[in-house]
């Protein structure tokens, strides 16, 4: 059983930076593989970034790609996401997710635990 907790969302202008925070509870963190997801009004959860066990390996969708980062720290419980050059498109709910699975990580029903979610809002 693993709870996840999300942090660190808000109003930012187009252009701006945050960075979003993902707490994990026990003491198995490392077991997983975490990703990233966001849903928008009327539109399905869609992925946006994902890292291996050990943090090697890391994917990112094409909207996001060199701007967003995700890394983790498993000796604090925590996976991030630092998002830089925000546009208004970019907003959204952003959901935390952890999963064993060792393929399909792009598709949230890869994923056994979901967090509350946090929300990004990006002005013009």
């Known amino acids: 059983q693993v709870q996840l907790v999300e942090s660190g969302g808000g109003l930012v202008q187009a252009g701006g930076s945050l960075r979003l925070s993902c707490a994990a509870s026990?003491?198995?963190?490392?077991?997983?593989?975490m990703g990233w997801f966001r849903q928008a009004p009327g539109k399905e959860r869609d992925f946006v970034a994902r890292i291996s066990r050990i943090g090697r390996t890391t994917d990112y969708a094409d909207s996001v790609k060199g701007r967003f980062t995700i890394s983790r720290d498993n000796a604090k419980n925590t996976v991030y996401l630092q998002m830089n050059s925000l546009k208004p498109e970019d907003t959204a709910v952003y959901y935390c997710a952890a999963g064993t699975a060792l393929s399909g990580y792009r598709n949230a029903v890869a994923y056994d635990y979901w967090g509350q979610g946090t929300q990004v809002t990006v002005s013009s």
């Open positions: 026990g003491r198995t963190f490392s077991s997983y593989a």
